[in-house]
């Protein structure tokens, strides 16, 4: 059993979701990411997801759009992403999944790719705007080969043939996009979520993690009444744009963390 399949046996042992805590690697510069993960895992992630700044993020909103840019703007590359994650890893002690888009990947090479990332300590890869049947050529053999999971996305808008297809590619856990469009934070749940992830949950073995506009601490308590864990992406982020010459940053993000993930403990 790989890091994060441990993790959500964990966390089902314990009756609850796992949370997932995600930021933009770089927003805004490395060495403050550095003391930000180890925020995450004080303020009680269970896994952490961290994204790759990318100059076209289709797939996000403009919260994360502008973090991106930032992060770019201060210099952050795949090559010294990873260079953190090694360094971090081992004391986080938490799995860590890089949510990226596929250009860097293609850029870097496939194969050079997963064996880097794999020698850095990323336990799994979310490559955002990749489906499953164009992954299965090169990227998911690649990952596979090295011991890290390949997550799909699922969405309200899945076919069965997408979900079937989605869930046979994935390992580690799938990852539900609660609503339609990009990532963001949204002031109320689509009242259908709860029922769809139900009905996935009894199709497919793998874990569900939800996540696309949760952003309170309600809210992720909400969904984690169905789903195995809860991501939170947006809010910090924002979070981390508001305030990152703030002294205090570090502190606010473990704050806002133990502040959202103790709805899942409690």
């Known amino acids: 059993m790989n890091a994060i399949a441990e993790v959500f046996a964990r966390c089902k042992a314990e009756k609850r979701a796992a949370f997932i805590p995600f930021l933009v690697a770089g927003h805004p510069d490395l060495e403050t990411t550095g003391r930000l993960l180890d925020a995450l895992v004080a303020g009680g992630a269970d896994l952490i997801e961290l994204g790759m700044p990318f100059s076209d993020p289709v797939a996000d909103g403009p919260v994360i759009q502008v973090a991106a840019q930032r992060a770019l703007d201060a210099g952050t590359t795949m090559s010294k992403l990873l260079e953190l994650i090694a360094m971090k890893r081992d004391a986080l002690g938490v799995p860590i999944v890089l949510f990226t888009y596929f250009n860097p990947v293609f850029a870097r090479g496939v194969e050079n790719f997963a064996e880097q990332a794999a020698a850095s300590g990323v336990d799994g890869v979310l490559c955002v705007d990749l489906p499953p049947e164009e992954g299965a050529r090169e990227l998911i053999p690649a990952l596979q080969a090295r011991g890290l999971d390949a997550i799909f996305l699922l969405a309200p808008t899945s076919t069965k043939e997408r979900i079937k297809k989605a869930s046979e590619a994935s390992s580690g856990f799938l990852y539900y996009v609660s609503r339609r469009g990009v990532t963001g934070e949204q002031a109320l749940l689509d009242p259908e979520l709860s029922k769809r992830v139900k009905r996935l949950r009894c199709r497919l073995k793998l874990p569900i993690a939800v996540g696309v506009g949760i952003s309170t601490a309600e809210q992720a308590a909400e969904v984690a009444k169905v789903a195995d864990g809860v991501v ?15 002294p205090q940053l570090v502190e606010r993000i473990e704050q806002q963390v133990r502040e959202l993930a103790a709805p899942l403990r409690s």
């Open 232 to 246: 939170v992406g947006s809010a910090l982020v924002r979070t981390v744009e508001e305030n990152w010459d703030d």
